[in-house]
């Protein structure tokens, strides 16, 4: 047994700790009474009293003697279609090689719904009609419901938007656009649901569902119920920072943005990913985010309100503390 572990503790692993939402689950895992948690990435980071191991996690040996004292992995890892194939068949391979059946917490994503409109809950069809990472997300997800079917105890959480401080997607990336003139209102391409969850809610979930070992896999969506449509998200954000009044953005100005300007901005990105580049305050729209701005689709997430309890971040509040953020780190 761990030094750490009173025989009523759990020892949770979070793979991909030191990512957006993986901080987030970290922290409040370590604020949570009889838990000890262990951050697991590839690189190494300094994470305060937190215990860290510098992990491969698609490497099944070294997940296997990482799990040997665990009691729950919560699963946080992302990257191309492979990684997150490799990764889920490493989790599930490492949990399967322990003695004790180990809890797998797995972070999927609504893009298992593919291009699908209207309101889907849990029992509607996941559809690989999407990108890349939607396939990729429904393999994993298969993987990781194979080992609830051979008896293990698993949980996955098919994520909306997330949005809150140190969100690079949903806030800062939102708030230099809307900032730059480049978005605004977007008539009927903007129509759709953000589907936003702000990423206080994912770590809500997760130590709610950290006690139940349960046999089986559990399918939970998460989106808030109050998400708003995106075009009132980017009205309410541009308020918020002063970007008034808010621009009428045509069909044409978007149409530009994803198909000619996008592009070489992306590479861009990717060069100052790599550190080849200064890492300016780029912001690329491709077609992927357009046609994800007028999906009509609906994430019905009344399942783990009911099963779990959990209660949502009202979207003013959440919209209030991602603000502060985004004003903190970009009005110097």
Known sequence: MDERTTENDVNALVLGG???VGRVITKYLANTPGVNVTVAARRKVLTDDTEFLQLDGTNTDLLTKSLSDMQVVVNCITGSGDVIRENASAVVEACRNNESRIKIIHMSSMAVYGNQQGHVNESTSVSDDGNWYGKAKIDAENTIGSYGESGGSSTILRIGCVYGP???????RVGLLLRG???GDLGTLGDGWSNLVHVDDIAKAVVLDLSDRSTGTRTYNMSAPDSPRWNDYFKDF?????RTPIKYKTSYAMALESKVIAPPLKALERLASKGLFFPLKIQSMPPSL??????????????ISADLGLEWTPYKDGLQNSIAHFKLTNDQ
């Not at 140190?166 to 800062?172: E, F, H, I, K």
């Not at 541009?238 to 002063?242: E, K, Q, V």
């Open 18 to 20: 030191t990512g957006f």
């Open 166 to 172: 140190n969100s690079a997607l949903w806030v800062d």
């Open 181 to 183: 003139g480049r978005l």
């Open 238 to 242: 541009s308020l918020a920072i002063g």
């Open 290 to 303: 357009l046609r994800l701005w007028c999906q009509h689709i609906k994430l019905d997430s009344a399942k």
